[in-house]
């Protein structure tokens, strides 16, 4: 399928010009609907959210979903500088005022939840409500890695991809076999159904998108050391028990520099709980963004 066949009836895609870059963006609910932000994380795009999309703008969100810098469609800078996490929170932001929208809720899963900590971290009176998903608080993750070694040993990967061109040769080979394996080896089974992993593979070969997207991971490595960030926009933490990569004791940390903020952990979910358990994500989002009407 192409782009625009995954796309459904009432969903709107567009690209818009933020912060140096052009993104491209998915909209759908009612045009005056309360603006709703939702980040996807690596390796996916928009379309992570295809099972949340319409549920939440059928109940009355305006949802905005961008390809983040460096994924699919949008626009894919070259310089590693280009992925620095204050950089990735600032597309945010301009992507909202670019949009009309001085104040909106936002939804991040995995490497869009590290930009939604930061966002609301850095521009606290423009976040309405929060929710992550499966995302540790950039100043935990670090100090959790060091003081827990089962924790690094599943971080492991984002060391592999520190390394020059090696992660690009290796996960890339035959049509990003070894990329594909990864996401269904991490996932549960039905995750994934038939041709999904198709629709990645063909955002992931757009030129210069997979080394984009692995320059997140490089950029964060040279971030200088921050205090604890505290986070004040209210907040719900979503973490699969089984999540092979973060374990939740960086979800209970990262609570920890919250104000105001309640941790749910899913049994049986994986680090694919948005695609695992689709009902309970949006149920559970809404509850939280609808408790101040």
């Given at each position: ?24 963006v ?5 045009a005056?609907?309360r ?14 959210w ?32 280009d ?9 945010v932001?301009?992507?909202?005022s ?9 939804v ?27 995302a ?38 035959f ?13 549960r ?24 997207m692995?320059?997140?991971y490089r ?20 973490w699969?028990?089984e999540d092979?990569a973060l374990?939740?004791g960086?979800a ?7 104000g ?14 948005h ?18 009407g």
């Amino acid at each position: 399928m192409t782009q625009a066949e995954i796309m459904q009836p009432g969903w709107n895609s567009r690209f818009q010009t933020v912060n140096g870059v052009n993104l491209h963006v998915v909209e759908a609910g009612p045009a005056g609907g309360r603006p709703l932000i939702l980040l996807h994380g690596f390796p996916e795009f928009w379309w992570a959210w295809r099972r949340q999309i319409q549920p939440l703008a059928d109940a009355g969100f305006r949802v905005i979903v961008p390809d983040m810098r460096g994924y699919n469609l949008s626009e894919a800078p070259q310089r590693l500088a280009d992925y620095h996490l204050d950089v990735l929170a600032s597309d945010v932001t301009a992507l909202a005022s670019a949009l009309g929208h001085d104040r909106f809720d936002l939804v991040g899963h995995d490497w869009g939840g590290v930009v939604a900590w930061w966002v609301a971290v850095r521009d606290p009176s423009r976040v309405r409500r929060l929710v992550i998903m499966d995302a540790p608080h950039p100043d935990v993750f670090a100090g959790q890695i060091l003081r827990h070694p089962t924790q690094a040993l599943r971080s492991a990967y984002a060391m592999f991809f520190q390394l020059p061109w090696l992660p690009e040769a290796t996960l890339g080979a035959f049509r990003f076999a070894g990329l594909r394996k990864m996401m269904a080896a991490t996932a549960r089974d039905g995750a994934f159904e038939d041709g999904d992993l198709d629709h990645y593979v063909r955002a992931w070969e757009r030129p210069r998108r997979f080394t984009a997207m692995l320059n997140y991971y490089r950029a964060l490595r040279r971030r200088k050391p921050h205090g604890k960030s505290r986070v004040t926009p209210p907040t719900l933490v979503l973490w699969g028990a089984e999540d092979s990569a973060l374990e939740v004791g960086v979800a209970r940390e990262s609570v920890k520099l919250c104000g105001d903020a309640r941790l749910e952990v899913l049994p049986d979910a994986t680090h694919w709980l948005h695609l695992e358990e689709p009902e309970w994500v949006v149920d559970l989002i809404l509850d939280h963004l609808q408790r101040d009407g």
